[in-house]
Each structure stands twice: as structure tokens, then as C-alpha cells.
């Protein structure tokens, strides 16, 4: 008997087995979680399907998060497939490449929008359409950085919806909480996804961190699932509202 054995949810934002969202998979599955798994496009469905299949996940659907209709549809399905569900991974994010290699100040208007749209108002949106699932309570994990409260070179316009996002998390949290719904983020430090090379000087980054750290080192993706399962699993039934940094330290110092 794992920690989530009899416990259904779904994983929003899986993009490959080296994606902070298959780290968090894995573990779940590990600890008995039945998963379902939700892809972008017929490129991502590619990539998804299999890994599903490896944890014995038959639910795979598609959803477009900035879409309303693709979600309303996506929660239809996984309402006549399950019922219900106990927990949501959001580890949803994009910014134009243009938005990261830029200064921030040359941020575009649409640029901002996508990326607060895609990075920060879609946890809101799933979030939303999850409760009416979560008949028993439930909880809801989201993926951010440190990048939402200090100024990353090159992180840009991502730090600005990062921060929307740890704003977002208090505030569904502070109202979903007479609900029994339990809403919380980890903030992960540098890990070698498709996402993070995107942004410009990340391997110096992974470098200050393995320097600086406390721990002298990075952080694995098992540590990042470690941290899902607990805040996912009674194990953390009075957290919430919580930004959980699991980064060996990183944030506590100065550099």
C-alpha cells in the first residue's frame, strides 16, 4: 500500500521523461496513484502516449489549456472515464523565444499575454474545472521557480508569470479551502527539461547552483516527485498555500 493507493489524478504538462512533470509521474505511480495524462498537440501525443502506457495509464486525452473549450471537453471525458478524481499536477509554462532572449523591457504586449495566459491563468482555469471532480476534497500542485520573487537573468517575462502564478496559488487556496481542496507549488530549482533550454544562459545557472547551494549540488527529478507525493498525499493534509522550494538551499543565500 502506497501513499496515494486508490487515488486518481491527472498530469498536466508532460512533455518527455526528462520533464519535471515525469519525474513527478513516476513517483506518483510508484506510491499506487492512477494517472491520467493530458497532451498538447499530435507532436506531444507522441511523446506522452508512450510513457503513459509504461505506467499503465489508458487515460490520455488532449487539451489546449488556453482554450476553454478544450478543457471543458477534457474534464467531460475524464468525468465518464472516472467519476472522479483526488489530485491535479499543473506543470504548464510557455514564453515566446523571442520574450527570453530579449530584455525584458522589450517584452511585447501579446508576448505578455501568452505567457501569463499559458504559465499562470491556465492553473486558475483547470483548477476551476477540476472541483466539481474533487467530491471527496482534494489537491492541486503547480510548478514554479525562483525566478518569481528575484530578477534570473534571462528568465524575463517567465519570472513576471511565475510570480502571477505563486499569487494565483494563495488565492485558490484561501477561497478552496472550506471545499477541502488543498492548493500549493513547488519551486524546483535548474533541471535539464525541454522547457528550461529554452532560456538563455541556463547551464550557468546550473552551475551557480551547483557552486552556491548548501548542498552543493542540483536537484533530481525524484526529489521534485518526493516533494509532489507529499503535498499531494495526507502526508501534507494541513498544507496549503504553500510555496515549497526544493532547490538543496539555493534560495536561502545571497548569490
Known amino acids: 500500500m502506497g501513499l496515494m493507493t486508490g487515488r486518481k489524478g491527472l498530469v ?26 493530458s497532451y498538447l498537440n499530435e507532436a506531444f501525443e507522441k511523446r506522452v502516449r508512450p510513457l503513459a502506457d509504461s505506467l499503465g495509464s489508458s487515460l490520455v486525452f488532449g487539451c489546449d489549456v488556453t482554450k476553454d473549450a478544450d478543457i471543458e471537453a477534457a474534464f467531460a471525458r475524464v468525468k465518464e472515464a472516472w467519476g472522479k478524481i483526488d489530485f491535479v499536477v499543473h506543470s504548464v509554462a510557455f514564453a ?20 501569463l495566459d499559458t504559465s499562470a491563468y491556465s492553473l486558475v482555469a483547470v483548477t476551476r474545472a477540476s472541483l466539481p471532480l474533487m467530491t471527496s476534497g482534494g489537491a492541486v500542485i503547480t510548478l514554479t521557480y525562483l525566478g518569481a520573487t528575484r530578477a534570473m537573468v534571462n528568465y524575463n517575462v517567465m519570472g513576471v508569470a511565475k510570480a502571477a502564478l505563486e499569487a494565483s496559488v494563495r488565492y485558490l487556496a484561501a477561497e478552496l479551502g472550506e471545499k477541502g481542496v488543498r492548493v500549493n507549488a513547488i519551486s524546483a530549482g535548474p533541471v535539464r527539461t525541454l522547457s528550461a533550454s529554452g532560456v538563455s544562459g541556463f547551464t550557468d545557472l546550473w552551475s551557480s547552483m551547483e557552486s552556491k547551494a548548501p548542498l552543493r549540488r542540483a536537484i533530481t527529478l525524484e526529489e521534485v516527485g518526493n516533494a509532489a507525493v507529499y503535498l499531494l498525499s495526507d502526508m501534507s493534509s494541513g498544507v496549503t498555500g504553500e510555496i515549497h522550494f526544493v532547490d538543496t538551499g539555493y534560495n536561502i543565500v545571497g548569490a
Open 96 to 115: 515566446g523565444k523571442d520574450e527570453l532572449k530579449n530584455p525584458f523591457w522589450q517584452t511585447s504586449r501579446d508576448g505578455f499575454r501568452v505567457a
Open 12 to 37: 498536466f504538462g508532460l512533455a518527455n521523461e526528462r520533464s519535471i512533470a515525469w519525474g513527478i509521474a513516476k513517483r506518483l505511480h510508484e506510491e499506487g496513484a492512477e494517472l491520467g495524462f
